[in-house]
C-alpha cells in the first residue's frame, strides 16, 4: 500500500509537535527549513491567482518531491475536490502552525540568552557582580 501526502504530512506534523525531533530554521526572505533523518524539508507558500497555496518540498540527494496545497475550488468559503484534499489541506495548515511557534519559541529563548551573555559580561567589564 503506497504512502499518501496526507500520511507523510501528519507524520511530519507530530514530530515538529513533538520538538526535539525536527528543528526548523526561517529562512530569508520567507519559508522555514530543517534537515530530518537525511532529508531537507522545505515549507513555504507559492503566489497564486486565488491566492497563495502552501507547499512542502523533501529532497534527499537529486531527489526531490512537492506536496502541494490542494487548489480551492470554493467562492465564498473553502470547498475542495475531496475530504483527502481537505485534510491534506488542514493538516499542512497545522504543520506551519507548529513550525511558526517552534522558531517563534527559539527566538524568544535566543533573546532571553543574549540578555543574559550581555549583562554578564557588563558585569565582569565593570567589576560588579551579576
Same mark, same amino acid.
Given at each position: 500500500?503506497?504512502?499518501s501526502?496526507?500520511?507523510v504530512?501528519?507524520y511530519l506534523?507530530q514530530a515538529?509537535?513533538e520538538?526535539?525531533?525536527?528543528?526548523w530554521?526561517?529562512?530569508?526572505p520567507?519559508?522555514?527549513?530543517?534537515?530530518?533523518r537525511?532529508?531537507?524539508l522545505?515549507?513555504d507558500?507559492?503566489p497564486?491567482?486565488?491566492?497563495?497555496?502552501?507547499?512542502?518540498? *523533501?529532497?534527499?540527494?537529486?531527489e526531490?518531491?512537492?506536496i502541494?496545497?490542494p487548489?480551492?475550488?470554493?467562492?465564498?468559503?473553502?470547498k475542495?475536490?475531496?475530504e483527502?484534499?481537505?485534510?491534506?489541506?488542514?493538516l499542512?495548515?497545522?504543520?506551519?502552525?507548529?513550525v511558526?511557534?517552534?522558531?517563534?519559541?527559539?527566538?524568544?529563548?535566543s533573546a532571553e540568552?543574549?540578555?543574559?551573555?550581555?549583562?554578564? *559580561?557588563?558585569g565582569?567589564?565593570?567589576g560588579?557582580?551579576?
Open positions: 500500500m503506497p504512502i501526502d496526507t500520511y504530512v501528519q506534523l515538529t509537535q520538538g526535539s525531533e525536527i528543528l530554521i526561517e529562512k530569508e520567507s519559508g522555514r527549513v530543517a534537515n530530518f537525511g532529508m531537507e522545505e515549507i507558500s507559492i497564486g491567482r486565488a491566492g497563495p497555496r502552501l507547499f512542502l518540498s *523533501i529532497s534527499c540527494a537529486s526531490r518531491i512537492q502541494h496545497e487548489a480551492n475550488c470554493g467562492i465564498f468559503r473553502e475542495y475536490e475531496s483527502d484534499d481537505q485534510r491534506l489541506v488542514g499542512l495548515k497545522e504543520l506551519v502552525a507548529a511558526a511557534g517552534q522558531c517563534s519559541a527559539r527566538r524568544k529563548r540568552k543574549t540578555e543574559v551573555i550581555r549583562q554578564s *559580561i557588563y565582569r567589564l565593570i560588579a557582580e551579576v
